[in-house]
Nanobody, 127 residues
């Protein structure tokens, strides 16, 4: 079992920055892929970013590329969000995938790839 605890959400003005954190119990860099998803009201859960392997490979959703940066420190994953827009407003979820073996980067974007989820943290960007 993996327990995930997110923090760092809040209210920020458009153009501002926020940093989200997620602590994962029993996860090491080599054994767990970690990701961020987000879900706005009445919308499907959307892939934001993922990081996996000891080399720190990453994948980003198209809408956040060049504005968000995912990083990790062993069992903690971070999401640095810059140049925030009102459309970034959502509940942000941390997720873990403990699948062993090669996973195509495209599958890292799928909600179904992740078996463990945090409770979510609200990010609100005002215009």
């Amino acid at each position: 079992q993996v327990q995930l605890v997110e923090s760092g959400g809040g209210l920020v003005q458009a153009g501002g920055s926020l940093r989200l954190s997620c602590a994962a119990s029993t996860c090491t860099l080599a054994r767990c892929a970690m990701a961020w998803f987000r879900q706005a009201p009445e919308k499907e859960r959307e892939f934001v970013a993922a990081i996996w392997s000891s080399a720190g490979a990453t994948e980003y959703g198209d809408s956040v590329k060049s504005r968000f940066t995912i990083s990790r420190n062993n069992a903690k994953v971070f999401l640095q969000m810059s140049s925030l827009k009102p459309e970034d407003t959502a509940v942000y979820y941390c997720a873990v995938d403990k699948t062993i073996g090669y996973i195509p980067p495209s599958r890292r974007r799928s909600v179904d790839q992740y078996g463990y989820w945090g409770q979510g943290t609200q990010v609100t960007v005002s215009s």
